[in-house]
């Protein structure tokens, strides 16, 4: 490398794997002696997972007569050890160590790797890196000019404040409707956003330099116990969310044991120490989670629910933004402000879709629930009232009238000979009678009147501010009109007919006292020969 061009260098740097026994740096320079390093044709060089540990060369050289100095950024945040030296001359001149097994968090620059400030004296520098990890092991390296270095981490606390700020109002929101709700949808998802922030948190270092910088135990273990939490939060996310209980039980059964077998599996493993059984479990689950995740979407997609539309381009947002991610990170795609930001946009994107997702669905429980309610207060076969609505409309109105002494009245219809309709003619004509007649009483209403189906061919109307004489000339007019229609008369040899009865609002009255009052003398009417009102109308009434 020459001059004091500023980027990554991957692919002009050399790489051994380490066999055996650890070798020391006089072990490294023999080796690359011998020709034994290897070049990769990659900005980021890849080793995979539980690899051995990897010594990388680089030859510096800086053509000018005065020392450069370069911000010499190395490998991914979740490396175990790394020992940087540089050489001039065959004599080791710098060692730094760091890592995430080395406490303190030293050089650790979260999300994007280890720093360390490199002074480049006139003529070649070589630098010899030894970095080991379980996870999985990728080594970009660059050098950076102070502007660069200053404006590239500055982005990505940018980035990252932005970040995880959307994620922390996602869980707030989502815990604050469950509270509200009580929709265990919005939990599950609060808790798969929440294990994704603290994946996030632990691979890109953030947790480690900020809070347990000194438990190199704890994060040894923590990608994969997050790894382990996060799939299966969303594994369990996705039950609910697919309502796969009442779609395919049984699936919804194993995802369910794999979940809490994974995480038993994961705390065993963490207690025994064992290492590499837990970095098997971490990326084995993962994959499978990756995969069941697609799976499920296209499996909810093709049954239409209306979760399974968003569901689906949801989870390949997401999955997107992760193999974007990985591409970028093996350099197998270019580097820049939307690569290396992939996995968090694919992850906001996959948010937001389910949070849309989650809203339509109240918003679909909500006119649910009102159209039930609707449906529970109406007649279906008349349109009106039925008789729990008239009851319950009716009772403040009532209470009105008591509190402020105000006249108020009901009268109470019932067709006459009805079950002779329904016998000659068939019911759906008695049917057509009582939806008339439903039209016809709408049609002597006034606003503030409640009309209602009291049951069978009974009608009530209850009649805000009416006395007992306008409420029975009011009955009156509706029998006339009735009577006047003469509905079926040719048939029945006479027209269709109502009787009625009227009552009005007595001190010592309650509601239902009232109606029973006007169903007494409903009944008296009928006794009477029908087709007429009780108490008879005393003035003439207009027609
Ligand atoms: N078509 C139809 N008929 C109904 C409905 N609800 C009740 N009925 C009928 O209404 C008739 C009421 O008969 P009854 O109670 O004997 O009364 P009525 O024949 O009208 O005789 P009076 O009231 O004494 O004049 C019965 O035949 C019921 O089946 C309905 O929703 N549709």
């Not at 008369?489 to 009625?500: F, Q």
């Amino acid at each position: 490398m020459q001059g004091a061009s500023s980027g990554p260098l991957g692919e002009r740097a050399g790489y051994l794997l380490e066999q055996g026994t650890p070798q020391d740096l006089a072990a490294a320079q023999r080796a690359l002696k011998q020709g034994a390093f290897q070049r990769q044709e990659r900005t980021a060089a890849g080793f995979g997972i539980a690899s051995p540990p990897v010594w990388m060369h680089l030859a510096l050289v800086n053509p000018s007569d005065r020392p450069l100095t370069y911000q010499l950024l190395l490998g991914q945040p979740w490396l175990d050890q790394l020992d940087v030296r540089l050489v001039r001359a065959g004599q080791l001149k710098q060692h730094w160590r760091s890592g995430d097994m080395v406490p303190g968090a030293q050089f650790l620059l979260p999300a994007m790797g280890y720093v360390f400030p490199v002074e480049l004296m006139p003529g070649r520098t070589e630098l010899f890196v030894r970095a080991q990890t379980a996870e999985s092991f990728l080594l970009p390296v660059s050098l950076l000019t102070a502007e660069d270095f200053e404006r590239t981490s500055r982005g990505f606390r940018y980035r990252y404040g932005v970040f995880y700020g959307f994620l922390l109002a996602f869980i707030f929101y989502n815990l604050i409707l469950f509270a509200g709700l009580w929709e265990r949808s919005h939990l599950y998802y609060a808790l798969y956003v929440l294990s994704f922030m603290a994946l996030s948190l632990v691979y890109t270092g953030h947790g480690f330099r900020w809070w347990w910088s000194g438990q190199v135990g704890f994060q040894q273990y923590a990608l994969f116990a997050a790894m382990v939490l996060y799939a299966c939060a969303g594994l369990l996310f996705a039950v609910r969310f697919l309502q796969l209980d009442q779609l395919t039980p049984r699936v919804s059964m194993s995802i369910r044991r794999l979940s809490l077998l994974a995480l038993a599996a994961m705390a065993l493993f963490i207690t025994a120490r064992q290492l590499y059984a837990a970095v098997y479990l971490a990326y084995g689950l993962f994959t499978v989670f990756t995969l069941a995740m697609v799976v499920l979407g296209v499996f909810a997609y093709r049954r239409a629910r209306s979760r399974g539309i968003y569901f689906l381009p949801a989870v390949l947002c997401s999955m997107l933004g992760l193999g974007i991610g990985l591409l970028t990170a093996f350099g197998l795609l270019a580097s820049n402000v939307w690569t290396t930001s992939a996995v968090e946009i694919g992850l906001i994107l996959e948010a937001v879709l389910l949070s849309l997702a989650l809203g339509n669905h109240m918003r679909n429980q909500s006119r649910a629930r009102q159209k039930a309610e609707h449906l529970a207060r109406i007649d279906s076969l008349t349109g009106l009232l039925n008789r729990r609505a008239f009851l319950a409309d009716a009772a403040p109105l009532w209470s009105t009238a008591v509190r402020h002494g105000r006249p108020m009245s009901v009268l109470l219809l019932d067709i006459d000979f009805f079950k002779q309709v329904n016998d000659q003619f068939g019911h759906d004509s008695g049917d057509r009678i009582l939806q008339d007649m439903a039209k016809l009483l709408l049609g002597n209403c006034r606003e503030g009147d409640i009309l209602a189906r009291w049951g069978g061919e009974e009608f009530v109307l209850l009649l805000p501010e009416t006395g007992l004489g306008q409420a029975t000339a009011l009955g009156e007019r509706i029998r006339r009109d009735v009577e006047g229609r003469r509905i079926l008369a040719d048939w029945l040899g006479m027209p269709l007919t109502v009787s009625l009865g009227a009552a009005q609002l007595q001190a010592e009255n309650s509601l239902s006292d009232l109606v029973c009052a006007a169903d007494g003398r409903l009944y008296e009417a009928k006794r009477g020969g029908r087709n007429q009102i009780v108490p008879p109308v005393l003035e003439p009434v207009s027609a």
